[in-house]
């Protein structure tokens, strides 16, 4: 078996109406990106984040590494320089420039694995036959195949993580610039950009059973392929963030659950603030993007009055959940275009203390799968959802929501209203303009 645990992989003249208008708006949209009155520099890597787009805008706004001085730019084709030109001393401006595509795993999960390590043994020790369902394995010691699966872990973890400094611009170079198996610690800095990049999740090598996770067990994985942690001004724009060559659909089973290798794709936690995700692609995925990651009261007094978040014009793909799962964070979500998988289980997921704002949207739900399931609620917190649009048809999304669940209604009015917009589209519009211009490989 391999170590990544894989056994194998209308009229004409409207049609041509609507592609006219596509193309007029998608023009329209690239224009409102550019900063009113501002000219940018041609050189997309010091091109910073326009007035007014996103919540990445308030206050001092979001430059990354523009300034940066001609001896810290620097440009990478391997996941050694890449760690280097971030590791780099110093705070002052740095843009980190990618050239195809960084690999963090080039060795594969081989290498990674501390000696002794052996899948097959550890299948055998832990399965419910031999184990039981009741007792987790966080007491095993050192020397067992579960301390052995920590231990490989941990060298895991230790290679494929890069921590990006404050005042930094990672982008990549062309279309097809990318980073594999790697994930991006934006964790306690401030003035991030990154853009142009395909992410291709990192696959976690030695997930976790837990036998008392639910009423079956289940395997657990680490690795985000970015996470902003307790950071702020952090502008995400026209990447793609993919499972790639490693999709769930292709995972094993053991212990009759799924060999799950994937965590999140993007996480914002821990008291981050100022955040702009604009042109991105999510696709492929199940678990996408979660904004504050515990309902705890430790972690509400870290993230009250913060997670303060803006997605816009992103084409949310062939995911399950989680576009995004928000606690506490007032979230702006507008103009973007989700289209849902044949497990399609929901796109805004409404947590603790949240303040969703969600308008402008248009969603592609497969047949079978009403508007109801947009919205899933996991508090009562209100939110603002008006001007969405599912298959082609205007829909209140918290009425439709409140239809299906009487005994669990949303309440409507998020309690705030975003200034922090470019130009807005109507959501007919969106689908055209966002499955065209979002993605890496697509910045103009």
């Not at 001092?60 to 001393?89: H, N």
């Not at 964070?329 to 399609?344: M, W």
């Not at 009403?370 to 939110?383: I, M, T």
């Amino acid at each position: 078996m391999s170590m990544y645990g894989w056994h194998g992989h209308a009229t004409n003249k409207a049609a041509a109406l609507v592609g006219c208008t596509a193309l007029v708006l998608g023009l329209t949209a690239a224009t409102a990106e550019a900063r009113p009155g501002h000219h940018q520099p041609r050189d997309t890597a010091r091109q910073t984040l326009p007035a007014h787009d996103g919540w990445a805008a308030q206050g001092t706004g979001t430059t990354g590494g523009a300034d940066a001085a001609a001896q810290r730019v620097f440009t990478v084709s391997t996941w050694d320089e890449f760690r280097a030109a971030l590791a780099v001393e110093g705070t002052a401006p740095r843009i980190i420039k990618v050239r195809g595509t960084v690999d963090a795993v080039s060795e594969g999960c081989a290498a990674f694995a501390a000696p002794g390590y052996d899948f097959d043994a550890y299948l055998e020790k832990y399965s419910p036959e031999n184990w039981g369902m009741d007792t987790d394995l966080s007491a095993e010691p050192d020397d067992s195949p579960e301390g052995l699966r920590r231990a490989s872990a941990a060298r895991q973890d230790r290679s494929i993580k890069a921590n990006v400094p404050s005042n930094t611009t990672i982008i990549g170079l062309g279309r097809d610039a990318a980073l594999k198996g790697a994930s991006l610690q934006i964790k306690g800095v401030d003035n991030v950009i990154v853009r142009n990049l395909t992410f291709e999740s990192p696959v976690d090598c030695f997930p976790q059973w837990d036998p008392t996770d639910g009423d079956r067990g289940n395997w657990n994985s680490e690795y985000d392929s970015a996470v902003v942690y307790g950071s702020t001004h952090v502008w995400l724009d026209h990447n793609t963030f993919t499972d790639g060559e490693h999709p769930d659909s292709a995972a094993p089973t053991y212990f009759g659950m799924l060999y799950q290798q994937h965590d999140g794709q993007l996480d914002i936690v821990k008291g981050a603030d100022h955040v702009t995700a604009s042109w991105n692609v999510f696709a492929e995925h199940d678990k996408t993007i979660l904004i504050g990651n515990s309902d705890s009261e430790s972690t509400a007094a870290v993230d009250r009055g913060h997670l303060r978040v803006t997605f816009h014009h992103n084409l949310f793909k062939n995911l399950v959940e989680r576009t995004p799962r928000v606690r506490f964070g007032q979230v702006d979500v507008y103009n973007n275009h989700f289209v849902g998988s044949d497990d399609y289980g929901y796109s805004f997921g409404v947590g603790k203390e949240s303040a969703i704002v969600a308008e402008h949207n248009a969603f592609t739900l497969p047949a079978g799968v009403g508007p109801a399931k947009v919205l899933k609620r996991w508090n009562d917190s209100p939110l603002s959802a008006a001007h969405n649009r599912v298959n082609g048809r205007s829909v209140d999304l918290i009425a439709a929501h409140n239809a299906a669940n009487p005994d669990a209604p949303l309440r409507s009015g998020a309690g705030w209203t975003p200034t922090l917009r470019t130009k807005v589209l109507p959501a007919q519009a969106v689908p055209g303009v966002v499955d065209h211009g979002a993605g890496a490989g697509r910045l103009r």
